[in-house]
């Protein structure tokens, strides 16, 4: 992967495009876009090979976009956070299959407890990107407000299309979790 990058970042270079003094920069950015690329690409396929490929592109949006404003746990390196993201994903495919009627149950209450758990806690910082007042602020709003969102989507589609609706709530329980996890990670 190293060898791509920095194939690809050399081209630019050379192009005059980008410069050189920044080359460690953008092949350190370019391996970490190619390997989320490729990350992102196999759950996909994963989900459509197991016939949850729907439930799979809801699971990649909502996580992907609710954590950047929430934060929580994060592996200590690339290879970990691919793991983990694995991991997470399968146990959200477990989750909608072996909980889909209790979660569809209770619903309304799950999502409120996933809410509460937002208000309180997002965003969860990291002691390697420590966030500002004002751009804290901004997330905790951000997180909060999608959250609606979802909270939303998952009354609107309940009745009609209640795997969609399970598929949001459980993507909800493991951002919740993972806010946990990572505030207790840093000891808060």
Same mark, same amino acid.
């Given at each position: 992967?190293?060898?791509?990058?920095?194939?690809?970042?050399?081209?630019?270079?050379?192009?005059?495009?980008?410069?050189?003094?920044?080359?460690?920069?953008?092949?350190?950015?370019?391996?970490?876009?190619?390997?989320?690329?490729?990350?992102?690409?196999?759950?996909?396929?994963?989900?459509?090979?197991?016939?949850?490929?729907?439930?799979?592109?809801?699971?990649?949006?909502?996580?992907?976009?609710?954590?950047?404003?929430?934060?929580?746990?994060?592996?200590?390196?690339?290879?970990?956070?691919?793991?983990?993201?694995?991991?997470?994903?399968?146990?959200?495919?477990?989750?909608?299959?072996?909980?889909?009627?209790?979660?569809? =149950?209770?619903?309304?209450?799950?999502?409120?407890?996933?809410?509460?758990?937002?208000?309180?806690?997002?965003?969860?910082?990291?002691?390697?990107?420590?966030?500002?007042?004002?751009?804290? =602020?901004?997330?905790?709003?951000?997180?909060?407000?999608?959250?609606?969102?979802?909270?939303?989507?998952?009354?609107?589609? =309940?009745?009609?299309?209640?795997?969609?609706?399970?598929?949001?709530?459980?993507?909800?329980?493991?951002?919740?979790?993972?806010?946990?996890?990572?505030?207790?990670?840093?000891?808060?």
């Amino acid at each position: 992967m190293r060898k791509i990058t920095a194939r690809i970042v050399r081209f630019f270079i050379e192009s005059k495009v980008i410069d050189e003094t920044d080359q460690e920069i953008y092949e350190y950015g370019l391996e970490i876009l190619i390997e989320n690329v490729m990350l992102t690409v196999f759950l996909l396929l994963s989900g459509v090979m197991i016939g949850k490929g729907i439930e799979t592109c809801i699971f990649l949006f909502s996580f992907c976009w609710l954590r950047r404003f929430c934060g929580g746990y994060h592996a200590k390196t690339k290879r970990g956070c691919h793991i983990a993201t694995f991991i997470t994903y399968i146990v959200f495919l477990l989750g909608i299959v072996a909980f889909y009627k209790v979660v569809n =149950k209770y619903m309304f209450a799950i999502y409120f407890v996933c809410l509460l758990i937002l208000i309180v806690y997002a965003p969860v910082q990291h002691k390697n990107k420590v966030l500002t007042e004002s751009i804290c =602020k901004k997330n905790r709003i951000k997180a909060i407000g999608y959250t609606l969102l979802f909270g939303s989507i998952i009354y609107i589609f =309940k009745f009609k299309l209640p795997m969609v609706s399970v598929a949001v709530l459980a993507t909800l329980i493991e951002v919740a979790l993972l806010m946990i996890i990572g505030r207790r990670e840093n000891g808060d």
